[in-house]
């Protein structure tokens, strides 16, 4: 039997690494600790930093999951909520941008491990 990690839910489904209620708490700390005068600029734009790259690596992930889900059966309109809009254009887009580059989920994580690889 597996241990419960950040990344699965009690019922042991996976999930997202961090939720937008995590990014949301994190935020309430960090503008307290400003407010507080505890950050400097230098503090903050490192902070920046990590946080693009953060966001980066979210979107990949979110690539990922729609290569894989699409690979699993999903068809665009079961998607294209999840995009906000429910119009399958956005995913259809989404999908077609990533295909110039790969074919399959499984080629877009070796590109991302090569690509970290290089960093």
Not at 62 to 73: C, P, V
Request: proline share 3%; net charge neutral; charged share 25%.
């Amino acid at each position: 039997m597996t241990q419960e990690t950040a990344a699965t839910s009690p019922a042991g489904r996976l999930r997202a690494p961090i939720t937008a209620a995590e990014v949301l708490a994190w935020l309430e700390e960090a503008a307290e600790a400003v407010r507080a005068g505890e950050l400097d600029a230098h503090a903050l734009i490192e902070l920046l930093g990590q946080l693009r790259q953060a966001s980066t690596a979210c979107a990949n992930a979110s690539d990922w999951a729609l290569l894989a889900a699409r690979e699993a059966g999903a068809s665009l309109r079961q998607i294209a909520p999840v995009f906000g809009k429910g119009y399958v254009r956005a995913p259809a887009a989404r999908l077609e941008k990533l295909h110039r580059e790969v074919l399959s989920s499984e080629q877009f994580l070796e590109l991302m491990r090569r690509r970290t690889e290089g960093v």
